[in-house]
């Protein structure tokens, strides 16, 4: 059993729906803080180790993944977030540098939980097992309708990956899913509106970063 750490830097992930402005966020805040003198450690998930990249090309492209169950599913995106808390994570938040993640345990609560229908008391033993006491300060969730996602991401997605190949009922059920997650974790989920230009929507969250600090203290 893992006890707490003597963490000292801030630890910041951003969640939504693919194309909902993640990756564009993280960018614009990552360059505010490198503009206050800060260097804060950029990962995505899956991935961010190389047993991670490996995992992430198993469940996303690799032709061996196509006819994985939603069971193995959850244990390989879990397995990926294990390795990289432990060995990227955990190190870095102790030396008292920030950490901001594109996407972390919130994303298997909604996608394998919700959407995939694994019962969600069964997704947070085996997200709690991956994370241990490793839960993000503040999450910012960029709340997004499918059809405007789409036609963001339709200027980019000619080769779709295997989840994005979902349906329309699963997308809505992620939707969903986020929405009632940030209604019952208030204090850690920020919802911002992703249909407001970039630049509005990076204030709100700098607006939010003094809290952030004042929680992971
Ligand atoms: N997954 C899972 O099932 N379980 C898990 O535990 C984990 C993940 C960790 C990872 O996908 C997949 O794995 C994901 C969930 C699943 N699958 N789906 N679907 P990924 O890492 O390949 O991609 P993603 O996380 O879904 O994100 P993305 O597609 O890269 O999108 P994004 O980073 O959120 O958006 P973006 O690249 O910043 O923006 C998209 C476009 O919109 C781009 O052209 C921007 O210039 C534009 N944009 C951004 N913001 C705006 C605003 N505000 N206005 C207008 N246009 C904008």
Known sequence: METGTARKGIFLTFEGSEGCGKSTQ????AESLCRDGEEPLLLREPGGTSSGEAIRHLLQHAPEGEALTPEAELL?????RAQLVREVIRPTLEAGRTV?????????????GVARKIPPEVVAR??????GVCVP???????????????????????PDRIERESEEFFEAVRRGYLELAAREKRRIRVLDA????GEIAEQIRGFLGEAKLIGR
């Open 76 to 80: 390989l995106f879990a397995a990926s």
């Open 195 to 198: 249909s407001r230009p970039p």
């Open 26 to 29: 993280i960018r614009i805040l």
């Open 137 to 159: 300060d503040m999450t910012f969730l960029l709340d997004l309708d499918r059809a405007t996602a789409l036609a963001r991401l339709g200027r980019r997605n000619q080769n």
């Open 126 to 131: 085996i997200n709690a097992f991956a994370v």
């Open 100 to 112: 901001i993640s594109d996407r972390f345990l919130d994303s298997t609560t909604v996608y394998q």
